[in-house]
């Protein structure tokens, strides 16, 4: 076995300067794509849905937002927690976010206790989803221009009313739409499954990015989350959603493609469940596309197999990500890397293969993000290096994607960190290429400033957008391709 350890990966900012710390990098030189020190500046434009309480609540909220925020003090030291600098366009950050009024869309008191006077769950989440739907109709028809981001504050009333009384959280949910491994399934036809992912599907009908503020986030009372990191994960996402990039990645080849490939569960038409695949390209300039592959049946005997594609339908998800890179780009990738939550069969290998047969370089990389191995130091308390790499002849690669960070002088996690597991189906590049591209990878998730996550974007980010693409809503639509309509 050999043991390697990666470089931090850096991240470009504001002014095209350097940093490897996504809260140090907007403080000292903000968002990719400006130059603060020339005076540059951003003014994002929102519209909103809401009570005319939760409203309020969103009002109060963004004020809160344009003063600083402090980190609150404990005995312990977390050095990868920072103040909040607060929202505006002289300030460090190098934007703020403006609510139109003109594009303020109200919910009556009366509406909404019409929405929610069934006394089934399942019922009012369904005329919840239909009162907001009709709202975002009402919101476009009736301005001569859209906002750049929806904000949705839902009050306090409707997640009382339907959030599930069995889960402590706030998220309003009917039932998981995941991979479940058992045989059979009770096929319902329950048009809404998560209230959140039906309202993105709602939004990116119209062409609008929106953003849904629990009432827990607006008070600053998330259990797990501090004030100033909620300011921060808000922030950010926000510049994303309504504007651009907040920080980009400095050492990734402009001709290479990475590629994450995931499934997710829709109805067909008979009520059967289908299979579905979908891919999430993300590229060096950070423009983070999704495709959504033909749905397909699939039959297995083993309720713990995972899906898999055929010849065919792996060339074709394949041949669709190159197709895009190469009408972006006006050129073919010179690399392409595909990631993956399951294993590569022989049939995806060959279908993959084929539809990359003029690339010079692929690698296919089976992530196993659960597995049993781990490391300990020998009398240090520390956990591994984040970026330590083993592996070695045939073997799988094992890989800390998250652990001790030198430039932080700390692990930040709450127990053992659990590695990676890298099984390459094909590689061209080496392990050490293999490595750094999920070390970059877990630096760009944008609904987070943490100094990393612990799976790269191309299967975190894939599983995510599965989830929104299996609501039955979104089945009759074209979903549009740029990821900041799901985030």
């Not at 089976?366 to 591994?384: C, E, L, Q, W």
């Amino acid at each position: 076995m050999t043991i390697e350890l990666l470089d931090e990966p850096r991240l470009v900012f504001g002014g095209n300067r350097l940093c490897a710390d996504p809260k140090v990098g907007l403080t000292s030189f903000g968002p990719a794509g400006l130059n603060l020190e020339s005076g540059e500046s951003k003014i994002i434009r929102a519209g909103a849905i809401g009570t005319h309480q939760a409203l309020a609540h969103l009002r109060e909220f963004l004020s809160k937002l344009s003063f600083a925020i402090a980190v609150q003090s404990t005995t312990e030291s977390h050095p990868w927690k920072m103040d909040f600098p607060g929202l505006g366009a002289q300030g460090p950050l190098g934007f703020e976010l403006w609510l139109d009024e003109t594009m303020v869309e109200p919910v009556s008191q009366a509406e909404e206790q019409g929405a929610l006077k069934d006394p089934a769950r399942r019922v009012r989440i369904e005329e919840s989803v239909k009162l907001y739907e009709q709202k975002f109709e009402d919101l476009v028809t009736g301005s001569s221009s859209l906002p750049q981001v929806v904000l949705i504050p839902l009050s306090r009333e409707l997640v009382k009313t339907c959030r599930d009384p069995s889960l402590k959280t706030e998220r309003i949910m009917y039932e998981y739409r995941t991979m479940e491994k058992r045989p059979e399934r009770e096929i319902t036809t329950f048009p809404v499954f998560n209230f959140h992912h039906a309202l993105k599907v709602i939004s990116y009908k119209h062409r609008l990015t929106c953003q849904l503020l629990l009432p827990g986030t607006m008070s600053f009372s998330q259990g797990r989350q501090e004030p100033a990191t909620v300011a921060w994960n808000f922030a950010t996402a926000i510049y994303y959603k309504g504007t651009g990039i907040p920080w980009k990645l400095a050492d990734l080849d402009e001709k290479t493609c990475l590629v994450g490939i995931s499934f997710f569960e829709e109805m067909g038409e008979d009520l059967s469940v289908m299979r579905a695949s979908m891919a999430h390209v993300y590229v060096k300039s950070a423009e983070s596309q999704i495709i959504r592959g033909k749905p397909f049946r699939w039959e297995s005997t083993d309720p713990r197999r995972e899906p898999t594609l055929d010849k065919s339908q792996a060339e074709e998800i394949l041949r669709d990500v190159l197709d895009l890179f190469e009408r972006q780009k006006r050129e073919s990738p010179v690399r392409v890397v595909v990631h993956k939550s399951s294993a590569f069969t022989q049939e995806e290998v060959a279908g993959f293969n084929q539809a990359s047969r003029n690339v010079e370089l692929v690698d296919y990389v089976h992530i196993k993000a659960h597995d049993d191995v781990r490391f300990y130091h020998d009398g240090f308390d520390y956990p591994p290096v984040r970026g330590t790499l083993m592996g070695g002849g045939k073997s799988p690669l094992v890989m800390y994607s998250v652990g001790f960070v030198p430039c932080l002088g700390t692990y930040q996690g709450p127990a053992a960190p659990v590695p990676l597991v890298l099984d390459p189906a094909r590689n061209d590049t080496g392990p050490l290429q293999i490595g750094k591209d999920i070390m970059s990878l877990t630096k760009m998730d944008w609904n987070s400033t943490d100094f990393c996550q612990r799976e790269p974007v191309t299967t975190s980010v894939s599983r995510k957008v599965g989830h929104i693409l299996a609501e039955m809503r979104a089945q009759k639509t074209v979903p549009p391709q740029p990821y900041r309509y799901y985030m």
